[in-house]
């Protein structure tokens, strides 16, 4: 859904940044903009979530209010991966990207946060863009944005935001472009076309160049970054640019090839640059001599309306830092921007919380109003009733009496109702086993080469779900005397994965055992929950 509103936090290596933006017209409008360096040093990689924390609550004390943000997550803290998927319905499709992530997301599912997003099509499959990060690294950033004063609601990986930026300064771009969004600690390469795009993040920022200058000086790299800035157009930083150009250089060739050959993307025809890092002098020269094509700066400001005063000198101008605030804001106010959360289930819940709390409120406000009328109604007519209350009382005992002796034919009645309820439940219950085993069976069925041995009701927690346990067995008929293969096991997998999409029962995570043992012959062991709206 787009916003009329957003407010976005970039969370950078190197400084925090916090944007307002509005929607005006078909373009965003930057309301108020404020930014916070803070030094990276070689022990940054400890201090940065203090830095950070400090920068959001400077952030927060400079504006009013702001409601939920957009946070853009640093790409350091991103893992990104591009899988493949044949174009399948969107159940089954969600099925694949879930196993697709097991296997590329070299962490337990349960350790981190992911989220996936089409990218493109190439050959009738479906490109896809896996974003992944670690619950112990993004979990404390959403929870200093709160304790800062902040409602995180969405957090976006750095490659989306530059990609929206990147297509809300070339609406209509033809061809291939690269884009690199260089940070100080990373450097993020977009190959971009109209069709799709593929990103990488390059472990390359611009604090390399400010590094090799403090090697070179006998300083530290904040006296470094003084020297950087300072004496820029002395040629202090000639030979750390150099270097740093070389090494980019390598990596886009690198990464442009193996983007072709994955996607069959075209030869980039244009290089655009953005980030801090993209501000050294003579770096964009540099590259366009070693990369034989043309390198600008991404203008993303020049693609918004600015408010006036909004945005800082020394974030404004060529090779702007507020690129990815722009991109982020692109994806709240305009359609068609690729967009994933990577916000932590426990701030998921809150957002959903908050999103449902006005209609909660609207509704409450509607019964309320709806009884207003029967409550002026009632009072209108009370005072006509009353005086008839006297003139029919001496009628009521006769009703009274009768009245008692429905009572206890009511009471009858309601017993008469929990048992015939009891043996309803008895009857469902009974029907809920055959239904059960003939849904078993019919799974079975398909899987082939595989029988139950055993089917036993566990003991359960009073109300709880029943528990069964199942033993059974596959034969392997291509190895009948040797140990079962591969190929059997994720069969056997498979059918587990059936017999949970049924709706009777779900297999519990605990429980699952596999004994190949015995030759040409699988011996699997796992527990099923049934399912409370079909009680066993």
């Known amino acids: 859904m787009l916003s009329t509103r957003t407010v976005i936090l970039d969370c950078g290596a190197s400084r925090t940044a916090l944007g307002i933006f509005s929607r005006k017209g078909h373009r965003p409008r930057l309301e108020d903009c404020a930014v916070v360096n803070f030094p990276v040093t070689s022990s940054s990689e400890d201090t940065w979530l203090e830095n950070t924390a400090n920068a959001l609550r400077s952030l927060r004390a400079r504006v009013k209010t702001v409601g939920p943000v957009v946070l853009v997550l640093p790409a350091h803290l991103a893992l990104t991966k591009f899988i493949k998927t044949p174009r399948v319905g969107p159940a089954q499709r969600e099925k694949i990207i879930r196993f697709e992530a097991g296997e590329n997301i070299p962490y337990a599912l349960a350790d981190v946060v992911w989220d996936s997003v089409v990218a493109g099509e190439r050959a009738g499959e479906l490109v896809v863009l896996l974003a992944a990060s670690k619950l112990e690294a993004v979990e404390p950033l959403c929870a200093a944005v709160q304790a800062a004063g902040f409602e995180p609601r969405l957090v976006l990986p750095t490659p989306l935001a530059t990609l929206a930026a990147h297509r809300l300064v070339h609406p209509a771009q033809i061809g291939s472009s690269l884009v690199l969004n260089i940070g100080a600690r990373s450097t993020v390469l977009l190959l971009v076309e109209s069709t799709g795009f593929m990103a990488r993040t390059l472990a390359l920022g611009g604090n390399s160049v400010t590094q090799q200058i403090a090697e070179s000086q006998d300083c530290d790299p904040g006296e470094a970054e003084a020297i950087k800035l300072a004496e820029r157009n002395a040629g202090l930083t000639a030979d750390a640019r150099e270097t740093f150009a070389t090494r980019l250089a390598q990596e886009i060739t690198r990464s442009v090839l193996h983007f072709r050959r994955q996607s069959d993307m075209a030869q980039p025809d244009r290089v655009h640059l953005s980030g801090g890092g993209a501000r050294l002098a003579g770096l964009a020269e540099a590259l366009a001599a070693k990369l034989k094509v043309p390198v600008d700066h991404l203008e993303a400001l020049g693609s918004v309306e600015v408010a006036r005063g909004s945005a800082p000198d020394d974030v404004a101008g060529p090779g702007s830092t507020l690129a990815d605030l ?21 701030w998921r819940r809150q957002e959903n919380h908050r999103r449902r709390q006005p209609w909660l409120i609207a509704a409450a406000v509607l019964a309320v109003a709806a009884l207003l009328p029967p409550v002026f109604y009632y009072r209108a007519i009370n005072s006509a009733v009353r005086h008839k209350i006297a003139a029919i009382e001496h009628e009521i005992a006769p009703l009274r009496e009768r009245e008692a002796r429905i009572r206890i034919d009511l009471a009858q009645l309601g017993e008469f109702q929990r048992q015939a309820d009891w043996l309803q439940a008895v009857h469902d219950r009974r029907a809920s086993w055959l239904t059960l085993c003939a849904d078993l069976q ?14 036993q009701v566990t003991p359960q927690e009073d109300g709880g779900p029943a528990r069964l346990h199942l033993s059974g067995r596959m034969l392997d008929r ?18 587990l994965r059936d017999i949970d999409d049924s709706p009777y029962v ?3 995570e605990e429980g699952q055992r596999f004994d190949n043992s015995q030759p040409g012959i699988l011996q699997f062991d796992f527990e099923l929950t049934a399912d409370p709206a079909r009680p066993l």
């Open 326 to 346: 722009v991109g982020a804001a692109a994806t709240q106010l305009q359609p068609d921007q690729p967009v994933l959360n990577l916000l932590p289930p426990k």
């Open 442 to 455: 019919e799974r079975l069925v398909r899987v082939e080469d595989v029988w139950l041995e055993r089917l």
């Open 478 to 495: 291509t190895n009948p005397l040797a140990k079962v293969s591969l190929e059997t096991t994720n069969r056997v997998k498979a059918l």
């Open 506 to 508: 779900r297999i519990a």
